[in-house]
Structure formats: C-alpha cells, structure tokens
C-alpha cells in the first residue's frame, strides 16, 4: 500500500509541474506579443534629408502616429550636394546621408533620436523637439533655421572661456 501511495503522488507532482510549466508557457507568449505590439505600434521616426538649390542642407522630421508633420530644419550656413533620402529609424545602426547619429533609443518607437548636424544637435522625443538644448514645441509644418552662431559646441566653449576667472 505505501508504494501504492508513493507512486500516486510522485504522479500528482509531475502533473502540478506540468500545469505550473503551461501556464508559464502561456502567460510569456502572451506577454511577449503584447509588448512586442506596444513596442512597435507608433511607428519610427521618417526623416527625409535633402537640399536647397543653393546646397543648404534640410532635414524634414514625421511621425505620424504622434501628429507631427513636415516640421523642416534648416541648417543656415552649410553646403552639400546630397540627392533626397527618406530614412526611417527602426532600430539601431541606421545611417544618415548627412550628420551623424548621436543617440537612438529604441526600446519602445519612435523612441529618442539624437543627432549632430553640423554641430548642431538635434534630439527628436515624442514631448517636445530639442535644438541645442532649447526645447521647441512640435509644430506641423513649421521650419526652423540652425544658425551656425547656435552651435552648441561653440557655445559651450564661449561660455567655459566666460567662467575662467
């Protein structure tokens, strides 16, 4: 009777295993699909990089899950000779035509996108639109002049040159 009784609960064990495995099973593909879902719901940051006849440099930001349209950058003071290229950042190691990528955060899209144009910086959040540190309200079809006298890296050295005593 006693190995009777041992054998049927070692059963009853291995059963409450199997059930406790798939729910656990259960509960991660569940989970898993609904985060990747929220993840990517929104969409990426589309960026078209093109330029004036005069060779100034543009950079045309959407988003079109968040409502923001055709907000133009200029960069004032620049020169190149790029044909138009609509990129769309996705996730990480995208390339940009000009400028560089400083930071790219894409755990949920659009995500934070940080650029340099120029020595401007540029960083792209859902909230609000930062230019050399200056927060700008996200405007559909607003453009926005970078000014080469806004460059965050001279103005970092004019005022550290301020502070020396």
């Not at 006693?2 to 059930?19: C, D, M, N, T």
């Amino acid at each position: 009777m006693s190995s009777r009784y041992g054998e049927s609960k070692s059963e009853g064990i291995l059963k409450h295993f199997a059930i406790a495995f798939g729910l656990a099973v259960l509960c991660y593909v569940s989970f898993y699909s609904c985060d990747s879902y929220m993840r990517l719901n929104k969409g990426p940051w589309e960026l078209t990089f093109k330029t004036e006849a005069d060779g100034t440099p543009n950079l045309v930001i959407n988003q079109q899950s968040l409502g923001i349209t055709n907000v133009t950058l200029r960069v004032i003071g620049e020169s190149v000779s790029q044909p138009v290229k609509t990129v769309k950042f996705t996730g990480p190691g995208t390339e940009v035509p000009f400028g560089e990528v400083v930071f790219f955060d894409t755990t949920y899209l659009p995500g934070t996108l940080t650029l340099d144009l120029f020595g401007h910086e540029v960083e792209m959040m859902g909230r609000t639109l930062v230019l050399n540190f200056k927060e700008q309200a996200w405007k559909t079809g607003n453009v926005l002049d970078l000014d080469p006298a806004m460059k965050w890296r001279e103005i970092a050295k004019t005022n550290q040159v301020e502070q020396l005593p």
